[in-house]
C-alpha cells in the first residue's frame, strides 16, 4: 500500500515550477497548465530578446541565482545544459529536483524538446498539440522557387552561423545558400568584413540593434557593409530564434518572404 | 645631419610597414590587385576592401601611433623623467572613459564630434590632475602613485558606465577600452580622430625649443624667455588633444610613449627637440607593427593591441623602474 502511494505521488505532476532559462520558459509558458509554473526569468520578460514578453509579465521574474529560487520553494527546476554549473548542483545539494533540457540545433529537434517539457510538467496532451501544431507550420513552408541566392548572416563582431547551427538550417530551408558554408565555417564562427566583401552575397541579413552603443554592433554600420547592404538586406529579430520553439517558424517564414521577393524579381 | 639620417630610416620604416598593414587581410587579395584596386579602384568588391576596410586601419595605426610616440616624449622631456607616458599615468584610460560616457549616453550618436570632444575632456583632467600631483620636478614616485590612482579610478568609472549600459555586448567590450584595438574601424574614425590630433600635433611640436631649454634647469629655461606656465598649457592641450583623439576611436593603448623614446633617446643625443619627431615616427612604426602582428598572430579572434605593447613595454618599465632607483631618483 504504502509504496502504490509513493508511486502515484511520483507520477503526480509538479505543482510549483520554476523557470531558469529563456528556451525552458518558453515552452513551460506553452504547455504549463495554469499556476503551474510560478516563475520565468527577466530575459524572458525582456521584448528585445523575448517573444512572450507579454504573457511573462504574469509571472515572478527570477535572475536565475540560487538563493531566490530557492526561497520560491519549488518542486520542479527546469533549467538548460548551459545553465551554470554551480547554479544547478547549488539547488540540487538544497534539495532541490533540477531538470536540464538539451540544446536544440536543428529542427528536428525542437519537437522532442517540446514532449521532453511536456512529460516533466505533466502535461503530454498538451504537448502533443503543440508538436502536431509546429510539424504542420514546418510543412507549410515548403520552399517554393528552387534558385538559392547567397546570402551571409552578419551579428554583432561579425559574427556568424555556419553548417550544423539551426540559423543556418534555416536559412537554407528557406531556399538560401550561405556563405559562411563557402568560406568553410562550421557551427558559429567569425567572417570578417573582408571576406563577406569578397564573397559578396546578394542577401545581407543583420541582427536587430539593442539599445545604448557598442563596438561589437558598430561593424553592421561600417561603410563596407553599408555599401553592401544597398544590394539587399534583412533583419532579425534575436527573440524570435534565439531558442529552439516553434516561433522560429517566423523566421523561417520571414526569410522565404526575402526568398520569394529576390527570386520572385529577376 | 645624424638627425635627418635617423629621421629618413624611421620613415622608411613607418612606409614599409604602412605597405604591409594595406597588403594584409583576410580577403587574401595579391599585391597588386590590392593596389590597383587601392589606387585606381579597379574591382568593385576589391575596391571596397581596400579603401573602406584596410585603408582606415593602416591610417590609424599610423596616426595614433605617432600621437603616442609624440606624447611620450613631449611628458618626458617637460617632467625629466623617462616614466612619464601617457598610457601608464592614466591619460589613456581617463580619455577611454570620456569615450564611454559619450557612447553611452547616446551624445556621441547625437553629434559625432562629441565622442572625441568627450576623450579630450577625459583627458585634459587627468594630465592636468597628474601634473599638479607630480610638481615641477616630476618626481618618480609621485608621478608613478598619482598614475595608478588615476588609472584605477578611470579603470573602474569605464567598467561602471559599461556594465550598467542597457546594451547586452557593451560589458564584453571592457578590454577593448583598456586594452584598445583597430579591427573593424572606418574612414568615419579617421576623419572624426584627425581634426584634434592635428592640432595636438601642432601644439607639441612648438615645444622642441622650451623642452631644450629646461634640460638646463627651470631657471635657465626662464632667463632663456621660456615661459614655464605656457610650456606646461601648450603640453596639457596638446597632450588631451592626441591621446583624447586616438582613445575616442582605438581605445587606450599603452606603453608606446614609454618604448618609442626610450630606444630612440641615445641615438639623438638626448635632445628633446629631436626626440619629438623621432618619437612620432617610432610611434608610428611601432603601432603599425603591433597591428600587423596580431593580424598574423590570431586573424580570426581580434588580438588587443595593448597586449602586445604590454609584452614589448612591461619588461622595459620593470627595467626602467629598477634604474631610476639605483640612480636614486
Given at each position: 500500500?504504502a509504496l502504490i502511494c509513493a508511486t502515484a505521488a511520483a507520477a503526480e505532476p509538479p505543482r510549483r515550477v520554476v523557470s531558469l532559462n529563456l528556451c525552458t520558459d518558453q515552452l513551460a509558458m506553452m504547455l504549463a497548465a495554469p499556476g503551474q509554473l510560478i516563475s520565468v526569468t527577466h530575459l524572458a520578460a525582456d521584448?528585445?530578446i523575448s517573444v512572450m514578453a507579454?504573457q511573462a509579465a504574469g509571472f515572478h521574474i527570477n535572475h536565475a541565482r540560487a538563493e531566490e529560487i530557492h526561497a520560491l520553494s519549488p518542486d520542479l527546476v527546469l533549467a538548460v545544459s548551459w545553465t551554470p554549473r554551480h547554479t544547478v548542483s547549488m539547488l540540487r545539494r538544497l534539495g532541490i529536483e533540477v531538470r536540464e533540457m538539451p540544446l536544440a540545433e536543428?529542427?528536428?529537434e525542437i519537437p522532442a524538446n517540446i514532449a521532453q517539457i511536456g512529460e516533466w510538467l505533466g502535461r503530454e496532451d498538451e504537448a502533443e498539440?503543440l508538436i502536431?501544431?509546429?510539424?504542420?507550420?514546418?510543412?507549410?513552408?515548403?520552399?517554393?522557387?528552387?534558385?538559392?541566392?547567397?546570402?551571409?548572416?552578419?551579428?554583432?563582431?561579425?559574427?556568424?552561423?555556419?553548417?550544423?547551427?539551426?540559423?543556418?538550417?534555416?536559412?537554407?530551408?528557406?531556399?538560401?545558400?550561405?556563405?559562411?558554408?563557402?568560406?568553410?565555417?562550421?557551427?558559429?564562427?567569425?567572417?570578417?568584413?573582408?571576406?563577406?566583401?569578397?564573397?559578396?552575397?546578394?542577401?545581407?541579413?543583420?541582427?536587430?540593434?539593442?539599445?545604448?552603443?557598442?563596438?561589437?554592433?558598430?561593424?553592421?554600420?561600417?561603410?563596407?557593409?553599408?555599401?553592401?547592404?544597398?544590394?539587399?538586406?534583412?533583419?532579425?529579430?534575436?527573440?524570435?530564434?534565439v531558442c529552439g520553439t516553434?516561433?522560429?517558424?517566423?523566421?523561417?517564414?520571414?526569410?522565404?518572404?526575402?526568398?520569394?521577393?529576390?527570386?520572385?524579381?529577376? | 645631419?645624424?638627425?635627418?639620417?635617423?629621421?629618413?630610416?624611421?620613415?622608411?620604416?613607418?612606409?614599409?610597414?604602412?605597405?604591409?598593414?594595406?597588403?594584409?587581410?583576410?580577403?587574401?587579395?595579391?599585391?597588386?590587385?590590392?593596389?590597383?584596386?587601392?589606387?585606381?579602384?579597379?574591382?568593385?568588391?576589391?575596391?571596397?576592401?581596400?579603401?573602406?576596410?584596410?585603408?582606415?586601419?593602416?591610417?590609424?595605426?599610423?596616426?595614433?601611433?605617432?600621437?603616442?610616440?609624440?606624447?611620450?616624449?613631449?611628458?618626458?622631456?617637460?617632467?625629466?623623467?623617462?616614466?612619464?607616458?601617457?598610457?601608464?599615468?592614466?591619460?589613456?584610460?581617463?580619455?577611454?572613459?570620456?569615450?564611454?560616457?559619450?557612447?553611452?549616453?547616446?551624445?556621441?550618436?547625437?553629434?559625432?564630434?562629441?565622442?572625441?570632444?568627450?576623450?579630450?575632456?577625459?583627458?585634459?583632467?587627468?594630465?592636468?590632475?597628474?601634473?599638479?600631483?607630480?610638481?615641477?620636478?616630476?618626481?618618480?614616485?609621485?608621478?608613478?602613485?598619482?598614475?595608478?590612482?588615476?588609472?584605477?579610478?578611470?579603470?573602474?568609472?569605464?567598467?561602471?558606465?559599461?556594465?550598467?549600459?542597457?546594451?547586452?555586448?557593451?560589458?564584453?567590450?571592457?578590454?577593448?577600452?583598456?586594452?584598445?584595438?583597430?579591427?573593424?574601424?572606418?574612414?568615419?574614425?579617421?576623419?572624426?580622430?584627425?581634426?584634434?590630433?592635428?592640432?595636438?600635433?601642432?601644439?607639441?611640436?612648438?615645444?622642441?625649443?622650451?623642452?631644450?631649454?629646461?634640460?638646463?634647469?627651470?631657471?635657465?629655461?626662464?632667463?632663456?624667455?621660456?615661459?614655464?606656465?605656457?610650456?606646461?598649457?601648450?603640453?596639457?592641450?596638446?597632450?588631451?588633444?592626441?591621446?583624447?583623439?586616438?582613445?575616442?576611436?582605438?581605445?587606450?593603448?599603452?606603453?608606446?610613449?614609454?618604448?618609442?623614446?626610450?630606444?630612440?633617446?641615445?641615438?639623438?643625443?638626448?635632445?628633446?627637440?629631436?626626440?619629438?619627431?623621432?618619437?612620432?615616427?617610432?610611434?608610428?612604426?611601432?603601432?603599425?607593427?603591433?597591428?600587423?602582428?596580431?593580424?598574423?598572430?590570431?586573424?580570426?579572434?581580434?588580438?588587443?593591441?595593448?597586449?602586445?605593447?604590454?609584452?614589448?613595454?612591461?619588461?622595459?618599465?620593470?627595467?626602467?623602474?629598477?634604474?631610476?632607483?639605483?640612480?636614486?631618483?
Amino acid at each position: 500500500m504504502a509504496l502504490i502511494c509513493a508511486t502515484a505521488a511520483a507520477a503526480e505532476p509538479p505543482r510549483r515550477v520554476v523557470s531558469l532559462n529563456l528556451c525552458t520558459d518558453q515552452l513551460a509558458m506553452m504547455l504549463a497548465a495554469p499556476g503551474q509554473l510560478i516563475s520565468v526569468t527577466h530575459l524572458a520578460a525582456d521584448p528585445m530578446i523575448s517573444v512572450m514578453a507579454d504573457q511573462a509579465a504574469g509571472f515572478h521574474i527570477n535572475h536565475a541565482r540560487a538563493e531566490e529560487i530557492h526561497a520560491l520553494s519549488p518542486d520542479l527546476v527546469l533549467a538548460v545544459s548551459w545553465t551554470p554549473r554551480h547554479t544547478v548542483s547549488m539547488l540540487r545539494r538544497l534539495g532541490i529536483e533540477v531538470r536540464e533540457m538539451p540544446l536544440a540545433e536543428r529542427l528536428e529537434e525542437i519537437p522532442a524538446n517540446i514532449a521532453q517539457i511536456g512529460e516533466w510538467l505533466g502535461r503530454e496532451d498538451e504537448a502533443e498539440a503543440l508538436i502536431a501544431e509546429f510539424e504542420a507550420g514546418l510543412a507549410a513552408l515548403a520552399p517554393g522557387n528552387p534558385a538559392r541566392p547567397r546570402a551571409v548572416l552578419h551579428y554583432s563582431s561579425n559574427y556568424t552561423s555556419g553548417p550544423g547551427t539551426m540559423a543556418h538550417q534555416i536559412l537554407t530551408r528557406a531556399g538560401f545558400a550561405n556563405i559562411a558554408e563557402e568560406a568553410g565555417i562550421a557551427g558559429g564562427g567569425t567572417l570578417p568584413m573582408e571576406q563577406i566583401v569578397m564573397l559578396a552575397p546578394e542577401l545581407l541579413i543583420q541582427g536587430q540593434r539593442y539599445p545604448g552603443a557598442s563596438r561589437a554592433e558598430a561593424v553592421m554600420d561600417h561603410p563596407a557593409m553599408a555599401a553592401l547592404r544597398e544590394g539587399r538586406s534583412g533583419t532579425i529579430s534575436d527573440a524570435e530564434w534565439v531558442c529552439g520553439t516553434p516561433h522560429v517558424l517566423r523566421t523561417l517564414a520571414r526569410l522565404a518572404g526575402l526568398h520569394e521577393q529576390i527570386t520572385g524579381s529577376e | 645631419m645624424r638627425l635627418a639620417i635617423l629621421l629618413a630610416l624611421l620613415s622608411t620604416l613607418v612606409a614599409v610597414l604602412f605597405g604591409a598593414s594595406l597588403l594584409i587581410g583576410p580577403a587574401g587579395l595579391a599585391p597588386a590587385q590590392a593596389l590597383a584596386a587601392l589606387i585606381r579602384g579597379e574591382g568593385t568588391a576589391e575596391t571596397l576592401v581596400m579603401r573602406e576596410i584596410r585603408l582606415p586601419r593602416a591610417l590609424l595605426a599610423a596616426m595614433i601611433g605617432a600621437s603616442l610616440g609624440l606624447a611620450g616624449a613631449a611628458m618626458q622631456g617637460y617632467l625629466r623623467n623617462p616614466l612619464a607616458e601617457p598610457g601608464l599615468i592614466g591619460v589613456s584610460g581617463s580619455a577611454a572613459l570620456g569615450a564611454v560616457i559619450a557612447l553611452q549616453t547616446g551624445a556621441a550618436a547625437a553629434f559625432a564630434l562629441a565622442l572625441p570632444l568627450a576623450a579630450l575632456t577625459g583627458a585634459v583632467a587627468a594630465v592636468a590632475l597628474i601634473l599638479m600631483l607630480a610638481g615641477r620636478q616630476g618626481r618618480s614616485i609621485t608621478l608613478i602613485l598619482a598614475g595608478i590612482a588615476v588609472s584605477a579610478m578611470a579603470g573602474a568609472l569605464t567598467s561602471l558606465v559599461l556594465n550598467l549600459s542597457p546594451n547586452p555586448f557593451a560589458a564584453a567590450e571592457i578590454m577593448f577600452w583598456m586594452m584598445g584595438s583597430l579591427a573593424d574601424r572606418s574612414m568615419s574614425h579617421v576623419w572624426l580622430a584627425l581634426p584634434l590630433m592635428a592640432l595636438g600635433w601642432a601644439l607639441l611640436a612648438t615645444l622642441g625649443r622650451g623642452l631644450d631649454a629646461l634640460t638646463l634647469g627651470e631657471d635657465a629655461a626662464e632667463s632663456l624667455g621660456h615661459s614655464l606656465a605656457r610650456l606646461r598649457l601648450t603640453l596639457v592641450a596638446g597632450t588631451a588633444c592626441v591621446v583624447g583623439a586616438g582613445t575616442a576611436v582605438a581605445g587606450a593603448i599603452g606603453f608606446v610613449g614609454l618604448v618609442v623614446p626610450h630606444i630612440l633617446r641615445p641615438a639623438v643625443g638626448a635632445r628633446p627637440s629631436h626626440l619629438l619627431a623621432a618619437s612620432a615616427l617610432g610611434g608610428a612604426a611601432m603601432v603599425l607593427a603591433a597591428d600587423i602582428a596580431v593580424r598574423l598572430i590570431l586573424p580570426e579572434r581580434d588580438l588587443k593591441l595593448g597586449v602586445l605593447t604590454a609584452l614589448v613595454g612591461a619588461p622595459l618599465f620593470l627595467h626602467l623602474i629598477y634604474r631610476t632607483r639605483r640612480e636614486g631618483l
